[in-house]
């Protein structure tokens, strides 16, 4: 049973950083994609960055393209989300999501199997 729980959102200043984390209480998180995605109120969940079990990686490169780092650690079952340089835009929602198929990324919020609950990130201007 896959179990998601995302940490580490909070209210940052512009220019500020925080790292997501998101644990994985189940057995297969080696073996599965993962992504970070985003709600902003009033707008859709959006595709923020995911990594494959093989560790290869993708960004939706107009909103994070340098400012964001998505990895994870298989000994601790984790997936993280560094993001620097925040801007007030980049204020939502933010939800890891597993995917079975773990060669592939998936931008798309049908792609992904399980999801966490969801941590606020705040960016004040």
């Known amino acids: 049973q896959v179990q998601l729980v995302e940490s580490g959102g909070g209210l940052v200043q512009a220019g500020g950083s925080l790292r997501l984390s998101c644990v994985d209480s189940?057995?297969?998180?080696?073996?599965?994609?993962m992504g970070w995605f985003r709600q902003a109120p009033g707008k859709e969940r959006t595709f923020v960055a995911g990594?494959?079990?093989?560790?290869?990686?993708?960004y939706d490169v107009d909103s994070v393209k340098d400012r964001f780092t998505i990895y994870r650690e298989h000994a601790k079952n984790t997936l993280y989300l560094q993001m620097n340089s925040l801007k007030p835009e980049d204020t939502a929602v933010y939800y890891c999501?597993?995917?079975?198929?773990?060669?592939?990324?998936?931008?798309?919020?049908?792609?992904?199997?399980?999801w966490g609950q969801g941590t606020q990130v705040t960016v004040s201007s």
């Open positions: 990594i494959s079990a093989y560790g290869g990686r993708s």
């Open positions: 999501a597993a995917r079975r198929a773990g060669l592939i990324v998936d931008i798309n919020t049908s792609g992904y199997d399980y």
């Open positions: 189940g057995p297969t998180f080696g073996n599965y994609a």
